[in-house]
């Protein structure tokens, strides 16, 4: 990845890729996650169908609560009061962060290591620098890949396997739900303090966490991704002259298909902008020409 990002291979990408075939990604991408939450409030309809009211309530008459937060609360509380956590927690303890020293060679870089980083740039890299580029952001895209190699090698010494730029927490840091587009970076702050948190209380965390039924876990997820799904939507088919190579964007995220080990993300801005751009293009010329030639008879 640090070669990738030094060489500035996947910043000449991204930048050639139109703003509707990015959001048609990424809501391609989120596009599963919400089937799950439709499957998941009929599963659990009363924490579900409550969560849910409670979202569209505070969306339209309590502007000072972000509806997710509510919604997410509300589902939290109804839980409690009505389900029951599985019983037989597995009990961890604290492990101290151990120095491993990785053994090179040429057959773990080929069969590991480089299906590993196409994964990466792929269902992360691809997924978080669109959203950001969604939301009008200009993002550093050739530092922020060699960072995350820089990151990743110092990770592989501690058993880490990567450490990126995240594909849907950037998406939802960098949303216009997160607040004014000025202070949207303190969303990832506030993550990045969560997330080392978490990293120290894993031992209990994620026993617990575990111990939820998938469906409530869906529900939350849903209700997080809602809002960047719906603008993600909006976007991806408001400019009629590249509506072909959004709607294959979109359709190839959600089919989630990996072939020579890169991600649906990347293969789905690569066919929706030579759609956009030379199939939709060259008929977008044909037509205008066409008009013309009209005026012209006309006159």
């Known amino acids: 990845m640090f070669v990738i990002g030094y060489c500035g291979l996947f910043a000449k ?8 075939v990015l959001a048609a990604m990424l809501a391609g991408m989120i596009m599963k996650y919400m089937i ?6 009929q599963q659990m309809a009363s924490i579900g169908i409550a969560s849910l009211l409670v979202y569209f309530v505070v969306s339209n008459w ?3 609560i972000p509806p997710m937060l509510a919604a997410i609360t509300t589902a939290f509380i109804m839980f409690v009061f009505t389900q029951s956590l599985e019983s037989g927690i597995t009990q961890t303890s604290f492990v101290y962060p151990t120095v491993l020293l990785p053994q090179f060679n040429l057959l773990s870089f080929l069969s590991v290591s480089l299906p590993l ?10 997924v978080g620098i669109g959203a950001l580029q969604q939301n009008n952001y200009r993002p550093q895209v050739n530092r922020i890949i060699s960072s995350s190699g820089i990151f990743s090698m110092i990770t592989s010494f501690f058993g880490g396997q990567s450490a990126n730029i995240a594909g849907m927490m950037t998406a939802i840091c960098a949303d216009k739900e997160a607040g004014p587009k000025e202070k949207r970076y303190m969303g ?3 993550s990045g303090i969560i997330i080392i948190l978490f ?12 111990s939820l039924p998938q469906a409530f876990v869906s529900i939350l997820i849903g209700f997080v991704l ?13 400019n009629p002259t590249v509506k072909l190579g959004a709607t294959f964007s979109f359709v190839i995220a959600v089919s989630n298909i990996t072939v020579f080990h890169i991600g649906a993300p990347v293969w789905a801005l690569l066919i929706g902008t030579l759609i956009a751009r030379f199939v939709e293009r060259n008929r977008s010329n044909v037509a205008t020409r066409t008009e013309r030639g009209k005026r012209k008879w006309s006159a």
């Open 13 to 20: 990408l991204i930048y050639y890729v139109p703003k509707e």
């Open 36 to 41: 799950d939450f439709v499957g998941s409030i």
């Open 62 to 64: 309590v502007r000072q």
């Open 117 to 126: 980083s196409l994964l990466i740039l792929s269902n992360d890299a691809a």
């Open 188 to 190: 990832s702050v506030v």
């Open 199 to 210: 990293g120290l209380l894993s031992y209990k965390l994620v026993p617990f966490i575990s």
């Open 226 to 238: 809602i809002s960047v799904f719906a603008n993600s939507l909006h976007l991806s088919f408001s």
